[in-house]
């Protein structure tokens, strides 16, 4: 029996993955080379089902008990599901996080550097890294400090970590693309292909300017409670 809830997430995904490919065009870029990241944060395991079963394949949860009581059991049912870890972590959750999830988006200072690559030596398995950089500097955000940010890869390479990018969260209410354009930077000159950025706002925006993984929450889900 057919998910009344299916036509609606089908629609949502397809609105979503044309925006996407219309912004990659405008780039010159491949829409294959943007991952589309559903961020099912609060999302009931039932309301993340109909997106499953329309086809998507990539998720991003903000808290790690939170997905650890309603993953296993959907990637059980469905194999090939990639779950990402896009909120903040602390140090003492690393083995936690890096047994759950296949991407970690929030690698901000030394302290959970160090903590994952305890893990990641321990459980024998290595999620793709993301660093957090502040890139507003704004003191209420998590991030490090963007003059932080070539130490910090350079404790995280001496670490082993599996770098894959860089990661930000840009201020509120203020136009993105200066914000977007300054992590892209930072990328290049670091040597870094990814840039998860953007999010149901500003997303197009994102991919316009090189992001490879954009969050997006509310779009696909609708409105949270």
């Not at 670490?159 to 840009?170: F, Q």
């Not at 977007?180 to 290049?188: G, I, S, W």
């Not at 197009?204 to 509310?218: K, N």
């Amino acid at each position: 029996m057919t998910d009344p809830e299916q036509p609606l997430a089908a629609q949502r995904l397809a609105d979503i993955q044309t925006a996407i490919a219309r912004a990659a065009k405008l780039a010159g870029r491949a829409p294959a080379d943007i991952s589309l990241i559903a961020v099912s944060k609060t999302q009931p395991a039932d309301a993340i089902a109909p997106l499953i079963a329309v086809g998507q394949r990539v998720f991003g949860e903000n808290r790690v008990q939170e997905a650890a009581d309603k993953w296993p059991a959907l990637k059980e049912a469905t194999p090939g599901l990639a779950l990402h870890l896009i909120g903040q972590l602390q140090s003492n959750k690393a083995e936690a996080a890096v047994a759950l999830f296949d991407a970690i988006h929030s690698v901000d200072r030394l302290s959970l550097v160090t903590a994952l690559a305890r893990a990641m030596d321990k459980a024998g398995r290595r999620p793709a890294c993301f660093v957090q950089v502040n890139i507003g500097d704004e003191a209420q955000k998590g991030g490090v400090a963007t003059a932080d940010l070539p130490a910090l890869l350079a404790e995280a390479r001496a670490a082993a970590l599996p770098v894959a990018g860089l990661m930000c969260l840009p201020p509120a209410a203020v136009e993105p693309a200066p914000y977007f354009a300054l992590l892209a930077k930072m990328a290049r000159d670091h040597g870094l292909p990814g840039l998860s950025m953007g999010m149901s706002g500003d997303f197009e925006t994102a991919v316009t300017i090189g992001a490879t993984h954009v969050r997006v929450g509310t779009a696909l889900f609708g409105p949270r409670a």
